[in-house]
């Protein structure tokens, strides 16, 4: 009889559990307040405004999984959440363009920056990727807010558009053009010889990041969707960062079980390392109001369409991969410009290969640690 009862006092508890509703509140952000008897809920915050960029999360952050993350998750270990975003200023700037031995180079230099941070493109891309890219702008902006410069490069390779593999400095001519860069900066006094430099590198540039790191003794590497060479890591000694995505079809479950090996590499040679894999995170009505140009409500029209349209599960989660999936055909004509920029928020919620900024604070206290 006492077995019984004790049954049902579990059951009854967790009946009451599963039935209460967490009542959070998101200000200047978005968060899933609908879930139910679950410990984890996604939060985001809005779009950074003019000047400034994402700073930290205020309010009842005990509960966050990481209250200096624009994405984040919260434990509804409480009836009642309230969050704020909040947000500091951040310089307004564009970036210059020149060439560097005929390749097209993108910049821009803070009075005294703490550092140089080199972002290299992923195949088919360009200098400028780091500049109109939703993503890649936001990256740079928080990089530009803790006084670094940012600086992107062409490939040389303008047909394949990657990265020269030669792990030699003189026989690869697109670490001449990085090392052609430092030395215009240094002679123009915009840094000194002694001055930190960093490389984040997407994809192929990700391959190609810890590999001008080793040549020229950067500080350290962020490596974005990609394993790296094996033969380059497994004798660097650059701290690197690996930041991956769960359903990555480029790289495949090999090319995430090989990045995890060459990170133990590191770890087992006592080199600084961190590994971060995202998951898939829900379509939510804000979700596209970061692309520049768009506003909250054409998002929530965007989002509508996919919703009314099948292309979400009732947790907001995309049911099929947004590169397979006829997604585009139900987005309504006047956002047909958009399309490449809300095909690319659609791949992050996916977790599909897509450069993303969810983890910016993560490489920039990487970076920042190193200085």
Partial sequence: MKYLRLLFLIFSLTVLCYSQRTNLTVTNGSGDARIRGR?????????????????RWTGDTV????????????NNLSLNINLTATYKPSPVWNPIYETINASQMGYYFTA???????????????????????????FANEAVAENYAVVSLSSVDRVNRQWNPN???PNNPDM????????????????????????????NGGAFAPRVSLALGFRATSIFIAAGTVNILSQTTVPTIWNLMQNDGTIGADGIAQAAANYQNLLNRNIPAQYN???PSPVYPERFWRISGLTA????????SLKQNGFLDSRGFLIQNPTVSNWSSVIPLQYNSYLNDIGDQLKICYTEHEFYSDYDRRVLNFFNVRL
């Fill in 63 to 74: 509960l966050l999984q990481n209250p200096l993350e624009y994405h984040t998750k919260v």
């Fill in 176 to 203: 001449q053009n990085v090392q052609a860069a430092i030395n215009l900066f240094i002679a123009r006094g915009w840094i000194t010889a002694s001055t930190p430099i960093f490389a984040n590198g997407i994809s």
């Fill in 167 to 169: 792990p030699q400095l």
């Fill in 277 to 279: 894999l995202l998951a």
């Fill in 297 to 304: 409500t054409d998002s929530q029209t965007i989002y509508n």
């Fill in 112 to 138: 005294a920056p703490v550092g140089v941070i080199f972002h290299f493109h992923g195949t088919g891309g360009s200098a400028n990727g780091l500049f109109n890219n939703s993503e890649a702008r936001i």
């Fill in 39 to 55: 410990q984890l809920t996604h939060v985001w915050a809005d779009p950074n405004p003019p000047g400034m960029v994402f700073d």
